[in-house]
């Protein structure tokens, strides 16, 4: 079975077998993961170091990286080049510079200074990765057709509110409780991690069946791709319930 899923890199119809040379194997979409995941890093460390000697300078990187990697990603998923490695390079060296920024920002503005809040983020993305990857092979939750149209609903519900809340910004406000630190705004970042979480269980199927059937090896790429996107949004999601609680 091949199933679909709601995140956009990881499209069925491109993990199909083709007439390609080589085909798409688990340790290549491992290593492009760790590639991906590694400029990240890198990018994000550069990016808080700047903030926190150079606010000004810092912001106005992470808001470029923000909408750069945005713009990029979109242009990723449209576009679809055969050769995208250099792009998704590029890709990742901008949602660092944003995740550097913005970590550094919720650390010492929306807390005062607060340590350890980007450790615990860490901690808990790595906790929860490797929570559901067991969940995942050992069968307990399985990426079922229903399963995956349930999870792909909720994460485009979940977008539709984080764009609805951008546009509101621009008129002063935005929707309630969003991004409170009160009972319901801990659940709700509770209740999106848990998507975030679910999300995993959706692309480790789709990478799966990828190299079951025989997919092409730039889906490597793709499947790398895919994963660090629902990582990064699993990392803003944790860092916010934890600002939240510490708050």
């Excluded at 199933?3 to 499209?11: D, E, F, I, Q, V």
């Excluded at 008129?171 to 969003?178: A, H």
């Excluded at 793709?222 to 996107?229: D, I, Q, R």
Aim: proline share 4%; aromatic share 12%; hydrophobic share 55%.
């Amino acid at each position: 079975m091949v199933y679909r899923s709601s995140n956009p890199a990881l499209n069925p119809q491109y993990f199909q077998g083709g007439v390609a040379s080589e085909r798409m194997t688990l340790d290549g979409t491992i290593n492009k993961t760790i590639t991906l995941l590694g400029l990240v890093s890198i990018a994000a460390m550069l990016s808080y170091s700047i903030v926190s000697q150079t606010p000004g300078l810092g912001f106005m990187i992470t808001i470029g990286g923000a909408i750069a990697g945005t713009i990029l990603a979109l242009a990723i998923l449209f576009i679809r080049p055969n050769n995208p490695q250099i792009l998704m390079s590029m890709y990742a060296l901008l949602e660092g510079l944003f995740i550097g920024g913005f970590s550094y920002m919720i650390e010492n503005y929306y807390l005062g200074g607060t340590e350890g809040v980007v450790l615990q983020a860490l901690v808990g993305t790595v906790a929860v990765f490797l929570t559901m990857l067991a969940i995942y092979k050992f069968g307990i939750i399985k990426p079922t057709e229903k399963f995956v149209l349930v999870v792909s609903a909720l994460c485009g519900a979940i977008m539709i509110v984080y764009l609805f809340n951008f546009i509101m910004m621009f008129f002063g406000t935005g929707i309630p409780f969003l991004h409170s630190s009160g009972p319901i705004g801990i659940g709700i970042s509770i209740v999106f991690i848990t998507v975030a979480a679910l999300m995993l269980i959706v692309d480790f199927g789709m990478i799966e069946n990828g190299v079951k059937f025989g997919a092409p090896k730039n889906m490597e790429w793709y499947g790398a791709f895919g994963l660090v996107l629902t990582l990064v949004w699993l990392y803003i999601e944790m860092l916010k319930l934890i600002a939240k609680l510490r708050d």
